[in-house]
């Protein structure tokens, strides 16, 4: 966990919007749980990285963002595997399904559909995915299907492009895994990260000439 090292410090809440100073980007306006006041904090970089619903994207970007498809999930229980610790990959009409185990009882099922999401999605599910589905899928498939909601979201796609404004990155949800190498002076970043829907702020400081080759727990471990 970033929070471990001792030159690193996490503060977590709702960020409102950025900051600025003319173009550039100097900061964000946050808000914390039970604390109705909003506070300031200040940097020379700031990094978004709050996801496909980004509420912040807007004020840094203009191109469009390109939804080509939804991804529409189900959570099936004691669902056999064809091979034990391997996911499965069923190349179904019109798209692909995925298959994996979460947990010794969970199997998640993510099941790609193309175009604009299905009113009837459960019927689609049936009618269309059950039959390409491998048969020891099928009953665990079958019964999450009448048991549990089915959750989508979009697979949205955003070309690169420059962010309209210094002082800032924008990154894709996940770039933000990607080991970043730091031997630096005294540095003070700003990243918003999305977490389960909700924007979370972690400030990051990094000590004056700390030799630090920060990985994802040193540096990104917060996410």
């Given at each position: ?20 100073d ?49 991804f ?30 979460i ?66 990155i ?35 400081e ?18």
């Amino acid at each position: 966990m970033a929070s471990c090292h001792k030159s690193v410090t996490v503060i977590e809440g709702t960020v409102t919007k950025l900051l600025y100073d003319g173009n550039c980007i100097v900061g964000v306006e946050y808000t914390t749980s039970g604390v109705f006041c909003k506070k300031v904090v200040k940097a020379p970089l700031t990094i978004v990285a709050d996801g496909c619903f980004s509420k912040l994207r807007k004020a840094l970007v203009t191109e469009a963002v390109c939804v080509p498809s939804y991804f529409s999930g189900l959570l099936l229980e004691d669902c056999p595997q064809f091979q034990w610790n391997h996911a499965e990959i069923v190349l179904g009409d019109p798209s692909p399904i995925l298959v994996y185990k979460i947990s010794p009882k969970h199997t998640r099922v993510l099941v790609d559909t193309p175009g604009l999401l299905q009113k009837d999605i459960k019927g689609y599910m049936l009618e269309k995915i059950l039959p390409q589905l491998p048969a020891h899928l099928r009953d665990s498939f079958r019964a999450a299907l009448y048991s549990e909601r089915v959750r989508s979201m979009p697979n949205s796609f955003l070309p690169a492009s420059h962010a309209e404004k210094t002082g800032v990155i924008l990154l894709g949800l996940y770039t933000t895994s990607i080991p970043i190498q730091l031997i630096t002076q005294d540095i003070s970043i700003t990243l918003v990260i999305n977490c389960y829907g909700n924007e979370y702020f972690f400030a990051v400081e990094m000590e004056k000439k700390a030799d630090i080759k920060s990985d994802k727990a040193a540096f990104l471990g917060a996410v």
